[in-house]
């Protein structure tokens, strides 16, 4: 009966994991914590059994995978803001060379448009 128990809650927790890894795959890390209170009672309950299972070693790969993915998203967002963070702190220019070498403003050039009556 023991047995059967701790196989339903390895599952669970494999099929909880699997839902974590789609979360981060889809962005929606904010959802992420709502998986926190069932995730910790499926851990709590097979920390109660004392039976090993092949599927243990699964689950580790999942949780290191999910692990790589949010460290992944982590970096990813950190790399946005810091490229927010410098636009932001950055004038307003846009400057190149034109093929003289010369440096230019592109973001002050005036309007080649011409109206006619």
């Given at each position: 009966?023991?047995?059967?128990?701790?196989?339903?809650?390895?599952?669970?927790?494999?099929?909880?994991?699997?839902?974590?890894?789609?979360?981060?795959?889809?962005?929606?890390?904010?959802k992420l914590s709502?998986?926190?209170?069932?995730?910790?009672?499926?851990?709590?309950?097979?920390?109660?059994?004392?039976?090993?299972?092949?599927?243990?070693?699964?689950?580790?790969?999942?949780?290191?995978?999910?692990?790589?993915?949010?460290?992944?998203?982590?970096?990813?967002?950190?790399?946005?803001?810091?490229?927010?963070?410098?636009?932001?702190?950055?004038?307003?220019?846009?400057?190149?060379?034109?093929?003289?070498?010369?440096p230019q403003d592109?973001?002050?050039?005036?309007?080649?448009?011409?109206?006619?009556?």
């Open positions: 009966m023991a047995h059967a128990n701790s196989r339903a809650v390895l599952n669970a927790l494999e099929d909880l994991l699997e839902g974590e890894r789609t979360q981060i795959l889809a962005g929606e890390i904010e709502r998986l926190l209170p069932e995730k910790e009672r499926l851990l709590n309950a097979l920390k109660a059994s004392d039976e090993d299972f092949p599927l243990l070693e699964r689950l580790r790969d999942q949780v290191d995978r999910n692990q790589q993915l949010l460290a992944a998203a982590a970096r990813g967002i950190r790399s946005v803001k810091q490229r927010l963070d410098a636009l932001k702190t950055s004038q307003t220019e846009l400057r190149t060379y034109s093929q003289a070498g010369r592109l973001s002050k050039q005036e309007s080649r448009f011409e109206r006619k009556a």
